[in-house]
């Protein structure tokens, strides 16, 4: 933890060392160069007008060409010069593309040189801003600030759509604007933050558990900064409507700036309703555009107004255009390394079937969607760094529940930070769904929203380091899984979880077994300030054990909602169960628990056991009185300095005088927790800081 190992000698072999040494066969591809060559030699010869591919797929149909006529035992390199490489259309790899365990396809970046592969398209042709009408909407210190320039002349018309979303969590930015590598806002107000609704005035009341609203949108707001948009098309607000945690992007029909009323189309509408004090922020405002990093299109004329945050020649302007960059479907045995993917609409690159394809030490960014989905088997991402992400991450999947084949699909010692910044509700670093996926030494840090979201079976997350994450929303977790007692057999270990707090600090959960979840092993992780640490939420046979918790509050939560609040759940519970083969092998060895789970009331929680755990600081649990029957507590050691090596630098290794070893607790591997040095790795080393609370 907070641990950079010295790996000199790995990290000066650079990519060189991840291509296979006795590769038969070399390809090669550059920016400079011209399809109508061998594309043997990296370099461009005049003489004999020979040199490298210019571009991917007159590569691919060579290495088809050179797996029919000669095929290379040892395999195929395809090397990619250093430069920039805009796309006409995503690269695609099929099963035809694929090599063999003794002859593997590797696609990979010339050792030491950056190579993009890139969605965009470069803006040029900027102008100061002279239509008067424009110049009278713009703010007085923005008229002199923003530049204009012409999309459909640079040959650039798809837009794409300024529309509601279609349901909470759910929605797509269309075309994006990028300066020197980095997102630009969508011109906006406030600037930073939210504001809120005074008052809901819709017809219809809400009323969950007592917390009341209304059914429509139609709400008052404060102060007089809406007057200002009347006339403007397209305004779109991005708002949490009733929960902190199920947010929506909604179309203005109409602002009474009289009445300082505003009213949202009537479809869509949020699902949960609209409560006082919800907040929200208007975008899509061209009257907005009021500081520098500020960008609105007119979609009508494809005028791009843009205040850059440094001198336009100190920097390039692009905007997104392809939906994706990169694919492969049932590919086996490729590699593809050491590229970087960004400025896409949509998810950056997909692994779809297939097995051993890996994607290595690759910098994904820049995406308006996640930065990779992963299905098929023994599939993975390596190394990699992945930011700026308008949804998630890392998508694993794949494996058969109803036979419970894992899929062992992977992300590994990957850094991935500032994600879900356009969806930032459920959108994690890493999901995992099917059966036996694995996340280990991950670093995940600054997101809105969740780390970790995972469903299905057996999957194991082990050895990674979150921190500052959940920063937006209190009823939600680092990790989050819910709402289904059969899918079971989940091993989170040897994690480090810190510095977590919620919106406005107002708490939220850390490892969120969420209503009814059963059979999680939480098992010898660290957790240093994380609210509701361990959180039970009603399942059955989940185990908390050889976990530190520091100043936690509390570090175990365990209800019995489902004899409560949730009890309308009841039958739902038994649906979801008798939907997988409980009674069949390999389900009833695999899950014996599940054999007798719907005995009795299976409303209680039971079979949840809590030992050997170190609380320090904060607070030890918080067990409703319903739960408690159902929780095996043993064991504990609460409120009795463990003696730590150096609490102080975060260093939660115990002393070999520490009482905890008396109690049976096992010790944490925590020096081998997080990301570590590699060849294999985008960057190093990886500096990150904690988040400001």
Known sequence: MHTIALAAALLILGL????????????????GGNDAWSGRSAAANRRTGDGPFRTLERARDAVRKLKTTAPARGGIVVELAGGVYELAQPFALTAE???TAESPITWRAAPGRTVSLVGGR???????????????????AARRQVMRADLKALGVTDFGEIKAGPSWAQSSPGLEVFFSGEPMTLARWPNEGFTSMVDVLGPTPVDVRGTKGCREGIFRYEGDRPARWVGEPDIMLEGFWFWDWADQRLHVQSINAEKKVITLDPQPLHGFGFRQGGWWYAYNLLCELDQPGEWYLDRGTGTLYFWPPAPLEQGQVAVSVLPSLLSTKGTSHVTIQGLTL???RGTLASLSGGSHTRLVGCTLRNAGSWAVGV?????????????????????????????????????????????????????????LDGVGCRMAHNLIHDAPHMAVLFGGNDHLIEYNEIHSVVWQSNDAGVMYAGYNPAMRGHLIRYNYIHHIYGYQNKGCNGIYLDDMFCSATIFGNVFYQVPRAAFIGGGHDNVVESNVFVDCTPALHVDARMMGWAKGSVPIMKQRLEEVPYHEEPWRSRYPQLLTYLEG???????????????WGGKWDEI????????????????????FVDAEHFDFDLRPDSPAWAIGFEAIPVKRIGLYASPERASWPVRHTVRPH
């Not at 801003?129 to 110049?135: G, H, N, Q, R, S």
């Not at 009331?601 to 609380?615: F, L, S, T």
């Not at 409703?624 to 003696?643: C, H, Q, S």
Request: hydrophobic share 35%.
């Open 97 to 99: 593309d694929s090599g």
């Open 624 to 643: 409703e009185g319903l739960a408690r029957p159902g929780v095996k507590l043993e064991d504990n050691l609460v409120g009795v300095d463990p003696k």
């Open 342 to 344: 960004e400025c896409a």
């Open 16 to 31: 060189s060392a991840l291509a296979p040494a006795d590769a038969a066969a070399w390809l090669y591809v550059s920016p």
């Open 601 to 615: 009331n299976y409303a209680e929680p039971r079979g949840n056991v809590v030992k050997h755990n170190i609380c």
């Open 122 to 140: 470069v803006v040029t042709g900027w102008q100061p801003v002279t239509d008067a009408a424009v110049l009278a909407k713009l703010d007085p």
């Open 375 to 431: 299905s098929g088997t023994d599939n993975g991402v390596v190394g990699c760094d992945m930011y700026n992400l308008g949804d998630g991450g890392v998508a694993l999947s794949g494996g058969d529940r109803r036979t419970l084949t894992p899929c062992h699909n992977y992300v590994e010692n990957c850094h991935l930070h500032h994600f879900a910044r356009w969806n930032p509700i459920l959108k994690p670093g890493v999901q």
